[in-house]
């Protein structure tokens, strides 16, 4: 199925590994031209040197920024229009699950939860979206299961996530006619370095466990799986969807 997605520019934050890498290289594989955005690594850099490799220099960029903070964004923004001249696609992909346990955390644990699983979404569309308004484009944020349904996970984080998919379909309304406006929330995705990567390291048994008790597929989702969506969601193929949250989790939401 041809997507349409030749040159296209797609900025992906939060894209260094895991879910924002993969989608890149979706991206990347339908002829789209990506910005890969993260806050500065080894790893960023790694990312962007072997997608280089696989597709040209030419295809991929490196955006260093900070998307829980306001002039940061000024300023890659500046960069990409400058390199760009415009913007078509934009996922919203920072996020951080590890907080803690209690039933309400600290001031300090839930304002640093809020900043990277919210604010970094809230602030990107604000800096992003004219950009957008003028390219007819799409924005889509990644979400998670946590914000549909309560599973257990730390209360500041499913908050957060719960907060985008609602900020997601208001915005939705308000600019339908110009940008199309979506999320994906997944379920339990495994990739190196990942908390559920760390979890199989110190106690395989008991996690493929948890996965086969709540999981009806009674598996793990990979970064692949949410790409593939993802690039479906922000093509043509799909310009009648906005305002939607896809869940990817393996069957297990639950809510009707």
């Given at each position: 199925?041809?997507?349409g ?6 900025l992906?934050?939060?894209?260094s ?20 955005v ?11 040197s ?5 597709f040209?220099?030419s ?7 900070d ?15 400058q ?7 934009i ?18 644990e ?54 985008i ?11 339908a006619?110009d ?28 996690t ?5 008790n709540?999981?009806?597929m ?8 949410i790409a ?5 969601i ?5 310009k ?16 009707v």
């Amino acid at each position: 199925m041809n997507l349409g997605l030749q040159n296209k520019n797609v900025l992906i934050t939060g894209a260094s590994r895991g879910i924002g890498f993969a989608i890149a290289e979706s991206f990347l594989k339908e002829g789209a031209k990506v910005m890969l955005v993260s806050r500065g690594s080894e790893q960023l850099k790694e990312s962007v040197s072997l997608l280089r490799d696989k597709f040209g220099d030419s295809q991929v960029e490196i955006g260093v920024c900070d998307c829980a903070n306001q002039e940061s964004l000024k300023s890659l923004s500046k960069k990409i229009i400058q390199k760009w001249l415009k913007i078509d696609i934009i996922i919203s992909n920072v996020g951080d699950g590890r907080s803690v346990s209690e039933a309400i955390p600290s001031d300090m644990e839930w304002k640093k939860s809020w900043s990277n699983n919210f604010e970094s979404a809230l602030l990107t569309s604000r800096i992003f979206l004219p950009f957008l308004q003028k390219s007819k484009g799409c924005l889509l944020f990644i979400s998670s299961i946590a914000g549909v349904e309560a599973f257990g996970a730390p209360v500041n984080y499913s908050t957060a996530k719960s907060a985008i998919i609602a900020f997601s379909k208001n915005l939705s309304r308000k600019v339908a006619e110009d940008v199309r406006v979506n999320v994906i929330a997944p379920g339990n995705i495994i990739f190196p370095g990942s908390s559920w990567d760390i979890k199989m390291q110190k106690n395989p048994l008991d996690t493929q466990e948890i996965i086969a008790n709540s999981v009806p597929m009674k598996r793990f989702g990979m970064p692949d799986e949410i790409a593939d969506a993802v690039v479906f969601i922000c093509s043509d193929r799909a310009k009648f969807i906005t305002g939607s949250v896809l869940v990817i989790d393996g069957g297990q939401t639950v809510g009707v």
